[in-house]
């Protein structure tokens, strides 16, 4: 996962609880991307941040979500008032130094995210 | 229409089979594709880079055929260890923004 870090890797909520879950991209790296992925399904773009700026949100529910990279800190995929549907793998990954050059993109580990 | 689009299989195969997964993306103007591989509740990661002129890489061999939108990948003398969910990705923006497939699971039988 090329030091991408994730955690919680696993995480209970309760329906209309709020779950929170943070990436640190590898040290030096500015960039980060949350992806979703629901049960049976591939991967699913969220969003693409930098430090302290969204660069494309396009992928992101319009209620309920919200991403941050603070300009310290990791940066947090915020859900709040969790429904089943939430239920999901959340992968966050980091471009390579200099941003993205056509190769790839480093994921982490995941977070699981079940509500119950 | 999905804009990547794979049979998601499975595919059982005995050892030392050739499979071969099939991909189609629906944005022309689509830059960059890759397959990765993704295991049992674990992270996707990357197999291998696709080009126009195909690649290879020991068993695995990619093609790209950019007229028809179509990717490909081949697995020669298949192991037990390739057993895996194998995800045809693709990238049309210079952000790195990923477009996956749904997965096609592979699974390689003694």
């Known amino acids: 996962n090329a030091g991408v870090m994730q955690n919680p890797r696993h995480l209970v909520r309760r329906r209309g609880q709020e779950a929170r879950l943070r990436c640190s991209p590898m040290?030096?790296?500015?960039?980060v991307y949350w992806y979703r992925q629901l049960p049976e399904e591939g991967l699913k773009f969220m969003v693409y941040?930098?430090?302290?700026?969204?660069?494309?949100e396009s992928g992101m529910p319009k209620e309920r979500f919200s991403a941050e990279f603070p300009k310290e800190g990791p940066s947090i995929l915020r859900i709040q008032q969790v429904v089943r549907g939430d239920s999901a793998a959340y992968f966050c990954?980091?471009?390579?130094?200099?941003?993205?050059?056509?190769?790839?993109?480093?994921f982490g580990e995941g977070s699981w995210l079940t509500v119950v | 229409r999905k804009e990547v689009e794979q049979d998601p299989g499975p595919f059982n195969v005995p050892e030392g089979a050739t499979v071969a997964f099939n991909c189609t993306y629906s944005n022309s103007a689509s830059q960059s594709f890759f397959w990765y591989r993704q295991d049992c509740r674990k992270e996707p990661k990357l197999l291998m880079s696709?080009?126009?002129s195909g690649n290879e890489d020991g068993r695995f061999t990619a093609q790209l055929n950019r007229a028809s939108q179509y990717i490909s990948l081949l697995i020669r003398d298949s192991k037990l260890s390739d057993s895996a969910t194998y995800l045809c990705v693709v990238s049309s923006s210079n952000t790195g923004k990923l477009i996956f497939g749904q997965g096609t699971t592979l699974q390689v039988k003694p």
């Open positions: 941040l930098q430090k302290e700026n969204i660069i494309d």
């Open positions: 696709v080009y126009s």
């Open positions: 040290k030096g790296h500015s960039h």
């Open positions: 990954a980091s471009p390579p130094a200099g941003g993205f050059s056509g190769n790839t993109i480093y």
